[in-house]
């Protein structure tokens, strides 16, 4: 018997070398999607779990809605992108004055 490990890898023929490097790719992201989806909710948990104390608090609530209605459908419009962009630059401007 050797200790040297076989890279089963190189024996294969290249169409089955892509499909195996992209079933392990597909299953590292389905891996990194569920993580995500996981401190997701923690976050989400944490921004429910007391109210704002301050206006800063509430505006970092709004801006973590701004930014996950960014990445939909109905944000794609550009008039909305600019939106969200200037209500989040007021957040940043309004922030520094307090």
Same mark, same amino acid.
């Given at each position: 018997?050797?200790?040297?490990? *076989?890279?089963?890898?190189? #024996? #294969?023929?290249?169409?089955?070398?892509?499909?195996?490097?992209?079933?392990?790719? &597909? /299953?590292? =992201?389905?891996?990194? !999607?569920? /993580?995500?989806? *996981?401190?997701?909710? !923690?976050?989400?948990?944490?921004?429910?779990? /007391?109210?704002?104390? $301050?206006?800063?608090? %509430?505006?970092?609530?709004?801006?973590?809605?701004? $930014? &996950?209605?960014?990445?939909?459908?109905?944000?794609?419009?550009?008039?909305?992108?600019?939106?969200?962009? %200037? *209500?989040?630059?007021?957040?940043?401007?309004?922030?520094?004055? =307090?």
């Amino acid at each position: 018997m050797t200790e040297e490990t *076989v890279d089963l890898d190189q #024996r #294969r023929g290249m169409i089955a070398q892509k499909a195996t490097k992209l079933r392990r790719l &597909l /299953a590292d =992201v389905e891996a990194n !999607e569920k /993580a995500l989806r *996981v401190r997701q909710e !923690e976050l989400e948990s944490h921004l429910l779990a /007391a109210p704002a104390k $301050n206006w800063h608090d %509430a505006a970092e609530k709004a801006r973590y809605l701004l $930014n &996950l209605f960014g990445t939909t459908i109905a944000a794609e419009d550009p008039r909305r992108q600019r939106l969200i962009r %200037a *209500v989040l630059a007021d957040f940043d401007r309004l922030s520094d004055e =307090v």
